[in-house]
Every structure is written in structure tokens, then in C-alpha cells.
């Protein structure tokens, strides 16, 4: 159980394009969902925290009209990369906690970001 | 006072050794503390996680130890295997709040 899965697991992009990360909890409802950003030998870096059906709370440093997200439904959260550029190349991971009161955080695999 | 420190940044152990990873902790409002591990490429899993009023926590080959009072919290893992390679992160989160606060990390390295 507590499976989180990202589509896609990598892709590669050209610079001023926007790529979309699909973020979903397959086995139970996520009422908050979390994204990271992970440089190379670096820990995880929080971008931004959503509830389900009000707007995402974005970390100090992190730009909200470059990254956006949407938090749609209670299994499927999304993170847009509007126009990229290659300093946006990184590791994105998502992570979701469910409804049962506890504090325990469900990862998924990871979407590989790469702007050409 | 969010942050969470965590030692070593890399480690080296043979096979069936039992290494060890050390984090500390300055709020004491941290009331939740998992260790994450993560293979190359991959998304953190959840290994074990404590809570403050226990000192120890066994899972597997996997032990916690907490120390309240030093605010310091560590990771043993028994019979060390290769398969074992991976990074470590530890993590706390603060009493009522949502987001978790991520130690540096420690890459270990298990010979066989």
C-alpha cells in the first residue's frame, strides 16, 4: 500500500518550453502532496506544498509563475514547467500524505528533467 | 533552529559491519523522525521512523536510537549487505506541521 507514482520518468526539453509532472497516490486519497527538487548529490529541496482543492504554498525562493501546481483531486497533483530553461534541469519528486492522521510522507520515483 | 545536521556525508563499510549515521536537531518541537533511503535515480523510501517517547526502534536489520535530552537520533544497520548502498537521509517535522526537514544526506558504500 502508500504507492506514488510520477509520469514521466525523465524528459527532455527545449529551452522556453513548458513541461507538465504528473504526481499521483495510487492507493489512497492524498489530501496534501509535496514537491522537491533534488541537484546531484544534494538532499531534497522543497519547492512547494498543496491541498487538494485551494492553491499551493510555495517555499521562499522558489518562483510560483515558473512552477506551477495543481492540486485537482485527492490522488493526482501536477507540476508545470513554464518556460525552462537548462538551470531548470534537475530531479523533481513528488511526495503525498493521506487522511489517516499520522505523519508519514509516500515518495515517488522521480521525473528526470532535462532542458536543452 | 529548523535545521537538521547529519554525519557523515560518506561512509565506507565492509560487509556485515554495522555503520552507523548520526543527526542532530535544534527545535524541540520535532515530534516525528524517519529515515529515508534512496537508491540512484530513484525516488526516497521509507525506511523506519520515531517518535520522542521511545529511545529505540527496531525494524528488520534497521535500529533507530533517540536521545531526547542530547536532541540526536541515529541509524544502525545490522549484517550490512552491498544491496545496502544507497543514501540516507534523516528527517524531523515539526509538531502540526506538514513538511519535512531533510538532513544533508550520507552516501554509504557497503564492500563486499
Known amino acids: 500500500g502508500a504507492v506514488v507514482s510520477q509520469h514521466p520518468s525523465w524528459v527532455i526539453c527545449k529551452s522556453g518550453t513548458s513541461v507538465k509532472i504528473e504526481c499521483r497516490s495510487l492507493?489512497?486519497?492524498?489530501?496534501?502532496m509535496f514537491w522537491y527538487r533534488q541537484f546531484p548529490k544534494q538532499s531534497l529541496m522543497l519547492m512547494a506544498t498543496?491541498?487538494?482543492?485551494?492553491?499551493?504554498?510555495?517555499e521562499q525562493g522558489v518562483e510560483k509563475d515558473k512552477f506551477l501546481i495543481n492540486h485537482a483531486s485527492l490522488t493526482l497533483s501536477t507540476l508545470t514547467v513554464t518556460s525552462a530553461h537548462p538551470e531548470d534541469s534537475s530531479f523533481y519528486i513528488c511526495?503525498?500524505?493521506?487522511?489517516?492522521?499520522?505523519?508519514?510522507?509516500?515518495f515517488g520515483p522521480g521525473t528526470r528533467l532535462t532542458v536543452t | 533552529q529548523q535545521q537538521v545536521k547529519q554525519s557523515p556525508q560518506s561512509l565506507i563499510v565492509q560487509k556485515g559491519g554495522i555503520p552507523i549515521i548520526n543527526c542532530a536537531y535544534e527545535?524541540?518541537?520535532?515530534?516525528?523522525f524517519p529515515w529515508y533511503q534512496q537508491f540512484p535515480g530513484k525516488g526516497p523510501a521509507l525506511l523506519i521512523a520515531?517518535?520522542?517517547?521511545?529511545s529505540e526502534k527496531k525494524e528488520g536489520r534497521f535500529t533507530i536510537s533517540f536521545n531526547k535530552s542530547a536532541k540526536q537520533f541515529s541509524l544502525h544497520i545490522m549484517d550490512s549487505q552491498p544491496g545496502d548502498s544507497a543514501t540516507y537521509f534523516c528527517?524531523?517535522?515539526?509538531?502540526?506541521?506538514?513538511?519535512?526537514?531533510f538532513g544533508q544526506g550520507t552516501r554509504l558504500t557497503i564492500n563486499p
Open positions: 492507493d489512497f486519497q492524498a489530501t496534501t
Open positions: 528527517a524531523a517535522t515539526l509538531q502540526g506541521a506538514q513538511k519535512l526537514v
Open positions: 520515531i517518535r520522542p517517547d521511545v
Open positions: 511526495s503525498a500524505r493521506g487522511d489517516r492522521g499520522n505523519y508519514e510522507q509516500y
Open positions: 527545535n524541540t518541537a520535532f515530534d516525528y
Open positions: 498543496s491541498n487538494e482543492g485551494s492553491k499551493a504554498t510555495y
